[in-house]
């Protein structure tokens, strides 16, 4: 029954194994799928934290920026631009923080993958261990079995062997206890025949006797008779010695009387054979060899008892062993998972100072390239990270802009170094950032209070002439802003002015110092720009002919007096940034009012 059951009941562990291990694998999607939801929560959150945080910071910074300035001077497109660059860079924060969630978002699925893949080893293992307990578990009981039943059947076949043994000594006995009696009896028959031989030969012998007396007797008469006839006496000597010579035949001891036989006294002489005369009592002879059969199948019955104790022993000793060992699959499961966690724990906090130092090395990076990009143009930046010279390159249309402080000689003079200090790094600092707002304004280098700036450098090849002188008078006119609202609270005068020239043209640009880079511009241009600045109005944007051609289409201009180009050559004509045209057919007054 065992031998039969056993594959039936290991197809039935096995499918409970596959059940289980389908089981494991159902509530290990389960938690994947709800780390991917809490991740997609977690992604959801930052995206509307983000949202919240772009309107939080848009606003301060957009009220910064035009804080001081008057509403109904701003354009649409300042605003929108503005808003434009502050929503990039948040989108740029933002993906960073995303690219990095995801990053961990994948880093903990890859450490979940590797605890699932932990638990379906250890349980794989388990199950193959349970499954080879059971094979081992039947083989085993099978054997113990067969050895249980090979016994009993080596019992049974001795006990009958015994059984047949006891019954061939009874019937040993029996018949040896037949053959005694058997001899006995034909003993007794024996002698009954001896002594009825001897008294029949006695009697023979007697009746022998008595007819040889009775012949001798009748053989006397007849001797007597012709004796007698003849005349001869019968008596006396004569006679006897007649019978003596002529009955010489005649035994003597015939005138003996003949005995009776006594057949007491022949029975009593009679001498008996030696007969076997054991007393065997067979029923007591099988009672012992039946009470030595019982002793006998009770020692078989200790014996098998015994190994099924054996056995059974043998068996939960297994048993304990094999519990053992699956104890010890899930110790060394525990320890490797809580090993795999802390390896794991470890890894994401190396992952976490990695992602800090890499954050911290990008804004180190982004701090590094925006120093860089300060001071150099961006494509002049860009190769020599490389390593690589920056080739001297001309230029056919630039946008150059030069402000300068009105009196600012005489303003430091009367000052503290502190006031002075504080006051460039309040003005250019808030000058620094109308740049920073232009895509392609790139600040010059700035000596003493002249304030040099170039549109133009980084889209020289895709960019329109138009465009930079545009971006460059735009840019003027918010200096001029930035000067009416400047904080002089600090300072021994309540204002100061900034005369502004601007001027288009083409030059030549390269690394003058490469021990300490600046990307210098030289040419004409260069020196006419500064010759429009002095020869400006305190607040107010002076530019050139070829300037106020790329941009009269845009804004309100007035003539101004020719200005000389260079000395000894020819002069050329001069403008009045006055406001910017409006679509709408009012004008919007830019400049400064006069």
Known sequence: ?????????????????????????????????????????????????????????????????????????????????????????????????????????????????????????????????????????????????????????HLKQQADVEENVISMKMMTLQSNQNDRVVSQMAATVRGRQRKEAKLLELRERRDAKIREKEFWNSEISILKDHLSRLGFSIEGPDYLEKQVELLCRMPQDLAEEIEDIDEDA?????????????????????????????????????????LKNLNIKNREL???????????????????????????????????????????????????????????????????????????RPFECLAFLTADIVSFTNLSSKSSAKQVVSLLNRLYSQMDDVIDSFEDIYKLETIGDAYNVVAGLNTQETGQPKDFAVNMVECAQRFVEIVKNLDMSDQIQNSIQMRIGVHVGPAVGGVANPAMPKYSLFGDTVTITGQMEQTSRPMEVHVSAPTYDLIKDVFECEVSESVPILDGKQR?????????????????????SR
């Open 318 to 392: 297994r048993r304990i062993e094999q519990q053992t060992a699956l104890a010890a699959i899930l110790i060394a499961q525990e320890v490797d998972i809580k090993k795999l966690k802390t390896q794991q724990e470890l890894e994401m906090q190396a992952f976490e100072e990695t992602q800090k130092s890499s954050s911290k090395a990008d804004e180190d990076n982004a701090a590094s390239n925006e120093r860089l990009y300060g001071m150099l143009p961006k494509f002049v930046a860009d190769v020599m990270k490389t390593g690589a010279a920056v080739e001297p």
């Open 1 to 153: 029954m065992i031998l039969t059951s056993a594959p039936f009941r290991m197809k039935e562990r096995r499918n409970a194994a596959r059940q289980y291990l389908a089981r494991v694998e159902t509530r290990q999607e389960r938690e994947r799928k709800s780390l991917s939801e809490g991740q997609a929560r977690k992604l959801k959150k930052l995206t509307l934290s983000r949202n919240v945080q772009l309107r939080d910071v848009e606003d301060p910074e957009i009220r910064v920026i035009l804080k001081g300035l008057d509403f109904n001077s701003k354009t649409s497109a300042e605003e929108k631009l503005k808003t434009e660059a502050l929503a990039a860079k948040e989108a740029k924060i933002h993906h960073a923080k995303v690219l990095a969630q995801l990053v961990r978002n994948q880093k903990e699925i890859e450490q979940l993958r590797e605890i699932h893949l932990l638990q379906r080893k250890y349980i794989s293992r388990y199950l193959d261990c349970e499954l080879e307990i059971v094979d081992e578990n039947e083989a085993l009981l099978s054997e113990h079995t067969s050895k249980e039943q090979a016994l009993e059947e």
């Open 266 to 306: 022949m029975e009593a002489d009679e001498p008996t054979s030696p007969v076997a005369t054991d007393d065997v009592n067979i029923e007591a002879a099988r009672a012992r060899e039946l009470a030595l059969f019982e002793i006998l199948k009770r020692s078989h019955y200790e014996a098998s008892k015994k």
């Open 572 to 592: 050329m004509g001069a403008w009045w940034l006055l406001h910017k045209k409006s679509r709408n057919g009012s004008n919007l007054l830019l400049g400064a």
